[in-house]
């Protein structure tokens, strides 16, 4: 064989064998927490806190110094991030009602999952909503092909009734239809269905929205953790033990993603919706911003900076 036809064959053997790489669809998943102070981690600098899991995404991945929040409250950072627009340009310039029956975000706003769609992704929610609860503006109405946790600001994580003033109601859902599961740790559900729609869509790529209500109140992390904080100051134990609870259930996650060989094909962002909550149902406060003023509800960079 001539030699350079021999050399033309193997760049085209090596450029062959990089193209799929090259063009690989990478799966993504983009973990949301709700109400975690900006410190809040080991990685930026919390001293108090047990985040293994989210350190090691931080030492191994890229760890953003100056990111900035689309708000400082709930459901208008979550049509920011969604959409990529200005919280109220998407239609969502506060927080939504919790109650049944409630509009939210205008079906007309193009969502990531839609874009993702569009790509030939599965796309799924898990976890909290706050943005509609309406047919049309929940999310199997906002390009996600699945769809399982709560429409409302917060739920009870183990009654799964909403959380704040009566009279209080079940909030549990699963591709638009109520389902009651009394008594199941709300964190344990969420791994459960996050690492199911893994499995069921391996052979794919997929997106997935993991939105977990944690660490907003109510603050019922597990007892293992508790444990472990019982001697810090109240409140601050508390919403530690939460943290720490988040930390090990985005571990599981990150499990199965490896034992389902996928985890090197899959971007897995994590941040939070904005700053630390001070009110009476974190028996006022518990989170921290550091050096930093505010916290959730104002925009002073405890209130926004993640």
Not at 39 to 59: F, M, N, Q, S, W
Not at 160 to 186: A, M, S
Not at 240 to 261: I, N, P, Q, Y
Not at 269 to 287: A, K, L, M, P, W
Request: glycine residues 10%; proline residues 6%.
């Amino acid at each position: 064989m001539p030699k350079p036809f021999f050399l033309r064959l193997l760049v085209l053997f090596f450029y062959l064998q990089i193209i799929p790489v090259i063009f690989a669809r990478p799966n993504v998943i983009l973990v949301y927490t709700d109400d975690q102070g900006s410190v809040d981690a080991g990685c930026y600098g919390a001293k108090d806190l047990h985040t293994p899991t989210i350190d090691r995404l931080a030492e191994t991945g890229i760890r953003f110094t100056d990111m900035y929040s689309p708000s400082a409250i709930c459901s208008a950072s979550r049509a920011g991030l969604l959409t990529g627009r200005i919280p109220a340009r998407a239609g969502v310039p506060g927080n939504v009602s919790s109650s049944k029956g409630s509009p939210g975000m205008p079906t007309s706003e193009v969502t990531l999952a839609e874009l993702f769609k569009e790509n030939q992704y599965t796309t799924g929610h898990i976890g909290k909503w706050h943005l509609g609860y309406t047919p049309e503006t929940m999310p199997n109405e906002q390009g996600f092909d699945y769809s399982f946790g709560h429409m409302g600001g917060c739920i009870d994580n183990y009654s799964h009734f909403f959380y704040w003033v009566g009279p209080n109601r079940h909030d549990l859902w699963k591709q638009g239809k109520e389902i009651w599961r009394d008594g199941e740790y709300f964190g344990d559900l969420m791994v459960s269905e996050c690492n199911s729609f893994i499995s069921r869509n391996k052979s794919q790529p997929f997106f997935i929205y993991w939105a977990i209500n944690w660490p907003h109140y109510p603050l019922q992390a597990t007892n293992k953790w508790r444990d472990v904080y019982k001697d810090l100051d109240h409140p601050r134990d508390k919403y530690a033990a939460f943290v720490s609870t988040t930390d090990e259930l985005v571990g599981r996650v990150l499990s199965h993603l490896e034992k389902e060989g996928l985890r090197e094909n899959t971007i897995f962002i994590f941040q939070s919706d904005h700053g630390h909550s001070v009110e009476e149902r974190t028996f006022g406060g518990g989170g921290s911003a550091g050096p930093y003023r505010g916290h959730k509800g104002n925009l002073f960079e405890g209130g926004i900076r993640v």
